[in-house]
């Protein structure tokens, strides 16, 4: 049996490698999948399983992908309901890797699908949970992230169903038992974790003040307080975790591939002719001595300004962010023609202090 943390620091995030006689698992794995799939290579293993502890959050899964290029599994937890094939696990279910078995159990709580993956070893004795974001090191999953999407379910609610998960399923587990968490310090899926990612079970119900409240109500309380504001873009994770998204590869190549002159302005709304400076005549140029005396008022199209303006590529940026800023900070005037006229005026009085091409 061979176990591997992939961590990644930037976002605090553990994926899996489980292996197996030849078979493999991956756990949790980011989007860009070339760290799994080399791994298994170097290793001359296959990649039979991909599980998901939940639907993440905080970045976009590489399941699809890992899925589509291995042909392996894709096993969610007892409730989960994406949008593409998968296999949703029953709790309690059983399944063989190698030589060894993963036991699924479900432990709502962070989110309803949260499920926790115990590893039982060659002997069938429990060795270690990949417990997602149901049990971190030092603190426990933040149970308000689904009333984002579902206002029904309170933090109290997901809560009081965490409390009975790690009571249920997770507490009576052997101390020996590894815990081997989704996030580690820094993520933003829980507010109290600790520097480690890893520990014995044992400890964690020592130290972990989640799994050492009194009661339910206690418990309740301890976690759900003194929450920060979940980021903005975490349920739109959710939904592409759920509804599917477009290959890696495929996102790539387009995000490598030139744009149109007519294409970057419908991206933008910024005029043609700040899209290249290929697209500026060489003649046009020359009339840079006498561009600053053009006023905005007699600029009246964007033809005119194409065949007038020696355009550095390398203001581009800069020249969008001014139109941008300039839509935003200001509603009214709202003709095409008044936004122009308002992007222009900018335009002459940033580029009366640069230097000519
Ligand atoms: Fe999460």
Known sequence: MFIK?????????????????????????????????????????????????????????????????????????????????????????????????????????????????????????????????????????RPDLVQKLNADVTPQILAGHLYDSLRDKIMPLADHVIV????????????????????????????NYALSQPNKEAFIKAVTDGLMPPPAYFPANVAMNKKGYTSFEEVKSRGMSSLTPEVFDVITGVPQAMASRSTIPKASRRHWAGLTSISAREIVSINTLRSSLPVNLARTDSLSAIFSRRKRSSPSPTSTRSRFSVFCTSFMARMSTSAPL
Do not use: W
């Not at 170097?42 to 590489?62: L, P, Q």
């Not at 094939?85 to 029953?90: D, E, F, L, M």
């Not at 580690?184 to 119900?205: F, H, I, P």
């Open 180 to 207: 081997y968490p989704g996030h580690g310090a820094g993520s933003a899926c829980g507010k109290k974790m600790m520097t480690e990612t890893v520990d014995k079970l044992g400890n964690q119900k020592k130290v």
């Open 5 to 141: 943390q992939l961590y990644t620091g930037c976002l605090s995030e553990a994926a899996y490698y489980i292996e197996s006689n030849g078979e493999a698992a991956v756990i949790d794995p980011l989007r860009d999948i070339d760290a799994y799939l080399e791994l298994a290579n170097e290793r001359k293993a296959s990649i039979k399983y991909i599980f998901e502890t939940h639907f993440h959050a905080d970045f976009v899964s590489g399941h699809q992908d890992l899925s589509a290029k291995t042909g392996a599994a894709i096993v969610f937890g007892p409730t989960a309901a994406p949008s593409y094939p998968v296999h949703v696990a029953t709790d309690g279910e059983i399944l063989k890797l190698g030589k060894v078995t993963i036991k699924v159990l479900h432990t709502p709580g962070h989110t309803m699908e949260s499920s926790t993956y115990l590893l039982r070893d060659e002997q069938g004795k429990d060795y270690a949970i990949f417990s997602g974001d149901t049990l971190f090191i030092g603190d426990v999953g």
